[in-house]
C-alpha cells in the first residue's frame, strides 16, 4: 500500500513541476512591456505595474495555472515526504522550464543542458525508486 501512495505523491509532485515549469516561460513572455509602464513615486509605479500585470491575459492567465501548482504543491506536502517532494519539483520545475522555452523559440544552449536534464530525470528516478 505504501508504493501506492508513494507512486501518487511522486506524479502529483510531477504535476507540481508541470505546471510550475511550463508556465514560467508564459509568464516571462506575458510581462513583457512592463518596463514601459512609467509613473512618478514608488507607489504609483508600483500600482501600475500591478495593473499592467493584472489586465494583461497573456500573463494573468499563465500566472493562475501556475498558482494551481502551489495548491497542489501545498496539498501534496501533507503527506509527502520533503525528501522526495524538494528534490522532484525543483529538478523538475527547470527540466520543464527548459523545454517550454525551447518550445516557444527560446534559445536553449549547447548538449550541456541536455545532459543536465537527463542526469536530473535520473537523479529523480533514484530519489522515487528508493522511496517505493
Same mark, same amino acid.
Given at each position: 500500500?505504501?508504493?501506492? $501512495?508513494?507512486?501518487?505523491? $511522486?506524479?502529483s509532485l510531477i504535476m507540481v513541476a508541470l505546471l510550475w515549469g511550463a508556465t514560467n516561460p508564459l509568464m516571462?513572455?506575458?510581462?513583457?512591456?512592463?518596463?514601459r509602464v512609467q509613473r512618478g513615486g514608488r507607489v504609483?509605479?508600483?500600482?501600475?505595474e500591478l495593473k499592467f500585470l493584472i489586465l494583461n491575459w497573456k500573463?494573468?492567465?499563465?500566472f493562475l495555472v501556475n498558482?494551481?501548482?502551489s495548491v497542489?504543491?501545498?496539498l501534496t506536502l501533507a503527506s509527502a515526504e520533503l525528501s522526495l517532494a524538494v528534490p522532484i519539483t525543483n529538478a523538475l520545475t527547470f527540466i520543464f522550464t527548459t523545454l517550454t522555452g525551447k518550445m516557444l523559440g527560446?534559445?536553449?544552449d549547447g548538449k550541456e543542458t541536455y545532459v543536465g536534464m537527463a542526469?536530473?530525470?535520473?537523479?529523480?528516478?533514484?530519489c522515487v525508486w528508493d522511496k517505493t
Open positions: 500500500m505504501a508504493d501506492i $501512495s508513494v507512486l501518487w505523491q $511522486s506524479l516571462k513572455r506575458g510581462g513583457e512591456g512592463i518596463q504609483a509605479q508600483f500600482l501600475a500573463y494573468i492567465l499563465p498558482q494551481s501548482g497542489l504543491f501545498y527560446e534559445d536553449i542526469l536530473v530525470v535520473a537523479g529523480v528516478t533514484l
